[in-house]
């Protein structure tokens, strides 16, 4: 816990930092990008089947005068029951008497029909082109659509726990290296694949490498911020996130046609790439890892970037062994293995996180699932969708700032769940009020988004915290795929899944005062940092509770 006397001697908030900070923010804007860039490159255009009399450019001489295409798609293309044309079925034969014929849905019921034999038509004014037309994901293949962005969220759920295994194995730097060149190069590659399977074979190895620069970025950010300014590079790392949602949107604006969208939000990655190449390794994990000289060549470097001249004299192996005694002294008796089983304290913080994350990506993507009437403007819509973000994540700053985590993240969390709620009892002929109520829940647990992440590392140790982290996004990518399941009871009972998206981040309030006040206290860096501050926590509370009786008995 000494290491922010430490960073004192290095400048505290200087000139690394900040150019650390600009390059993390690099890398986590395409995040989202990529997590959602499915929205565009995957949509469904409007389509029918192929036509041979009116696709097919030779047999325009065989037409009659003045048939105009109306005309011909009237005796190809059978109406379905909503009195519009099929888009999955055509007439065995062209039906030339429906020319004539005023009630074409009840003369078109009887008519022989078949599938697109041929093929499909699809409508370009919007994409040129997307994964659906590309290999033709309609009709009795429009499940395999849905596929690919579930192949893509198993990804994620897998990558992150193995990213953050690695990154606290062989340290933040060069899991960061590894995997913003992986993206860059399968995000590329993608473009090319020849079949839909490869396709999604590369996005899963893709969603792999972006749980991993998730995870270690956040990690090799808070591991060289003073505590004074982590809340602040949080929420401006948060705003990124959401930012990279409307970047999204004009990205899919000019680019029309998903491999050049696909591109767009791929080969900025090699450019990234080369950005983290001149950061430092993480001096914390370096130190924790009993690589005391490595830690010390990394410290002074950055203190001459931040202008401290005298550091050569200030910092040796003789002071960094005396500012982290404890911490090394628990390195020695562990053989640098962190037994999280024989620490209950530890195990019910992490399992106590992780439904934290859980809960609160449920009642997120379930609103985003519902959130249907924003617009017609799919542009406009995703635009929103990231702008909703900002006003509520500037708020929490100040709660980082000033608030204490828990009363902080489990009020947000309640007030979320209880917008939701209120649905329930609003009339459906009411869309304004239903919609204004689930943006404002959707940003009470965007506040709780961006406390949570500078408070889940509080709460770790830096030798568990990568882990830690990559396990976190596995429970948000597990939570996002549950969350589209619950619609399905819907057709049950109508309010079940509003009741669950409800009810879930309630629960998770609840379970926010199982764990410790960490406001103004420094990282901890051992398990046995995270024991003492829970002890210490534990005596205050009581000593609180003590006093507040005895001013009780005294008043009576």
């Not at 469904?44 to 037409?63: F, G, M, Q, V, W």
């Not at 410290?299 to 062994?321: F, P, R, T």
């Amino acid at each position: 816990m000494a290491f922010s006397e430490l960073l004192q001697h290095m400048g505290n908030f200087g000139r690394y930092q900040i150019m650390l900070v600009f390059s993390i923010l690099s890398l986590t804007v395409p995040l989202t990008t990529h997590n959602l860039v499915e929205n565009f490159s995957g949509a469904i255009p409007a389509h029918r089947c192929y036509i041979h009399l009116l696709d097919n450019i030779t047999s325009e001489s065989k037409l009659p005068e003045n048939l105009t295409t109306e005309a011909l798609l009237r005796i190809s293309i059978p109406m379905g029951v909503n009195n519009e044309q099929e888009q999955c079925l055509r007439f065995h034969q062209a039906q030339w008497q429906l020319l004539n014929s005023s009630d074409l849905a009840i003369s078109t019921i009887e008519l022989e029909t078949e599938a697109c034999l041929d093929g499909w038509i699809y409508d370009q004014s919007i994409f040129t082109s997307t994964i659906v037309t590309q290999w033709n994901l309609v009709c009795k293949s429009k499940s395999l659509k849905l596929w690919s962005q579930s192949i893509y969220m198993a990804g994620y759920m897998l990558g992150s726990p193995l990213g953050g295994y690695i990154s606290d194995k062989f340290g933040r730097k060069p899991a960061l290296l590894a995997s913003s060149l992986l993206s860059a190069l399968l995000g590329t590659g993608s473009i090319f694949a020849p079949t839909f399977p490869i396709y999604c074979t590369i996005r899963f190895l893709l969603s792999m490498s972006m749980g991993t620069i998730y995870a270690t970025s956040l990690a090799l950010l808070i591991e060289w911020l003073p505590s004074n300014v982590t809340p602040m590079i949080i929420t401006i790392r948060s705003l990124a996130l959401s930012a990279g949602q409307t970047v999204l949107a004009g990205l899919a604006y000019v680019f029309r046609d998903w491999r050049m969208l696909q591109l767009s939000i791929s080969v900025p990655y090699f450019v990234f790439f080369l950005s983290v190449w001149w950061t430092s390794e993480s001096a914390r994990w370096l130190i924790i890892s009993g690589k005391l000289e490595k830690a010390l060549k990394v410290m002074k470097k950055v203190a001459h970037i931040n202008g401290k001249k005298d550091v050569d004299e200030i910092l040796n192996i003789e002071v960094l062994q005396s500012a982290m005694r404890e911490e090394l002294a628990f390195l020695k008796r562990s053989s640098k293995k962190i037994k999280v089983m024989e620490s209950p304290i530890v195990c019910k913080t992490i399992f106590l996180l992780y439904f934290l994350r859980f809960c609160s990506i449920f009642f997120v993507y379930g609103v985003l699932t519902d959130l249907k009437n924003l617009g017609s403007n799919m542009f406009l819509s995703q635009a929103l969708l990231g702008a909703v973000d900002f006003p509520s994540k500037c708020l929490s700053f100040l709660a980082i700032k000033f608030l204490k985590r828990r009363p902080s993240i489990a009020s947000v969390l309640f007030l979320g769940g209880f917008c939701i709620l209120i649905n329930i009892f609003v009339p459906k002929d009411m869309p304004f009020i239903r919609l204004g109520l689930a943006m404002l829940g959707k940003g009470f647990v965007a506040v709780s988004f961006s406390i949570g992440m500078i408070y889940n590392h509080e709460l770790i140790p830096t030798g568990l915290r990568s882990r830690v982290e990559g396990g976190i996004i596995f429970m948000s990518g597990l939570a996002a795929s549950l969350s589209t399941l619950v619609l399905i009871t819907r057709q049950y009972f109508e309010p079940l899944p509003t009741i669950l998206y409800g009810t879930s981040p309630i629960m998770a309030a609840i379970c926010v005062y199982f764990l410790p006040e960490t406001l103004n206290l420094p990282l901890p860096d051992t398990i046995q940092d995270v024991e003492r501050r829970h002890k210490n926590y534990k005596k205050t509370s009581t000593k609180e509770e003590e006093s507040n009786d005895l001013q009780d008995t005294t008043e009576c």
